[in-house]
Structure formats: C-alpha cells, structure tokens
C-alpha cells in the first residue's frame, strides 16, 4: 500500500515562530503537493513539487515555501507563523511527472493552531 | 480556467435509502474528474475517477458516478447508504494544461441515519 506519512498530526506554535510540516512517502513518487484544507472551501494548493529541488506555486502560496532535497520528503515552511495560518495542512503524492490522471495519494493531515 | 461547484454542503439520508451528491464542473477542455472521500481524523481516499472512458464509473464501497457532457455533471450515487458512509466528499477537476494539479469543491459532508 501507498503510504504517506506527516510528521505531527497536531501543531501549536506562536506569531512569528518559524514552523516546518514534513511529509515522507514511500513508493517513489515523483509529484509532492501541498494543500491547506478551511471549512467551506474544499483543499487549495499551495505548492507542488514535481522531483527533488523542482517546485512551483500553487494557488495560495503566499507566506509559505517549501523544500525537496530527497525524493522521498517535501517540507512545507511557515516562515513566521501568522494566526491565519490555522488550518489542516495535507500532503499528497502520485507517480508520473504531468498526468493529472493519476491518483493522488493523501497523508492523514496536520492540524496547526498559530496562537 | 476549470472549476467545480457541488451543490449541497450537508446531506442527511436514512440507512438503506439513496445517495445523491451534486458536483458541476466547468472547463475548456475534456476534463479528468475524481470523487474523494474523507472520513473523520483520516486522509483523503479515492472513491473513483472518470478519465474519458466509459461516461458510467464505478468506484469502491459501491458508490458510481455519471460524466454527463451536456449537463456539465458528475452526480455521485449510491443505492442504499451505510452507517460507515458518513464523511466529507469532494469532487475534483483536474488542470491538464497545469500538468496534475487538481482543483477541488468545498465539499459535502454526508450523514446517514440510522
């Protein structure tokens, strides 16, 4: 089975502090995604990556950035946490470099609280 | 530019009676569209995808969906409805002039009675 796996499943941090989610999956997969999902409006991108050191903007990519230094492993950056960057934050993976048809796989989420 | 509208953001159904969840689309090109599901305290799973091959799709736990061209339409369906159907749907339209970058609904929180 696919397996995607986010390092925390709960986050609290502060205004300002600088907070990092990673996401790790396990079969290869060249394309990582970043979502944020808010009540009422469904999961938005913030950035995807499309192998190691590539990315590219998503919809929403403002006050974040991301890293991708092994295949494997895609970070996402809160470079000063702001209160409206409480959400749930998704990664998802899928094989392939520019099929949209292939499934994309989803890690369980984490829930950050930015106080 | 592509995008999907469901139309309900709550639906309640008895046990044993159908589902009916709404999805609209709209896009420039053939569109590749997915329902997934998302249960409580767990990650999205893929229920099905249509990818322009048969219009009628079958997808797991029983659920199917219908592409209707002229309707912009991929309703999400199931006959009799299970207790351990409760969850979020969404439905999703791909952007294949953005390579797999996929866009969603709000989604549909299903409940089912028991």
């Known amino acids: 089975d696919v397996k995607v796996t986010q390092s925390s499943r709960y986050l609290v941090k502060r205004t300002g502090e600088k907070v990092f989610l990673e996401c790790v999956q396990d079969?290869?997969?060249?394309?990582m995604f970043w979502y944020r999902q808010d009540p009422g409006l469904g999961l938005r991108l913030i950035y995807f990556?499309?192998?190691?050191?590539?990315?590219e903007k998503g919809d929403i990519p403002e006050g974040y950035s991301v890293s991708r230094e092994k295949k494997e492993r895609f970070s996402l950056i809160l470079e000063s946490a702001s209160t409206n960057q409480t959400s749930m934050y998704l990664c998802?993976?899928?094989?392939?470099?520019?099929?949209?048809?292939?499934?994309?796989?989803f890690g369980p989420g984490t829930r950050l609280t930015v106080l | 530019a592509q995008s999907v509208t469901q139309l309900d953001s709550h639906v309640s159904v008895s046990e044993g009676t159908p589902v009916l969840l709404r999805c609209n689309y709209s896009?420039?090109?053939?569109?590749?569209l997915f329902w997934y599901v998302q249960h409580p305290n767990k990650g999205l799973q893929l229920l099905l995808k249509?990818?322009?091959?048969?219009?009628l799709v079958k997808g797991i736990n029983g659920f199917e969906a219908e592409f209707k061209k002229s309707e912009t339409s991929f309703h999400l369906t199931k006959p009799s409805a299970h207790m351990s159907d409760a969850a979020e749907y969404f439905c999703v339209v791909s952007k294949k002039s953005s390579g797999d970058k996929l866009t969603f609904g709000t989604g549909t929180r299903l409940a089912v009675r028991p």
């Open positions: 249509y990818t322009s091959a048969a219009t």
């Open positions: 896009s420039s090109y053939s569109p590749s």
């Open positions: 990556s499309y192998d190691v050191k590539m990315k």
């Open positions: 079969m290869d997969h060249e394309n």
């Open positions: 998802a993976s899928n094989r392939q470099g520019r099929s949209s048809t292939d499934t994309q796989y």
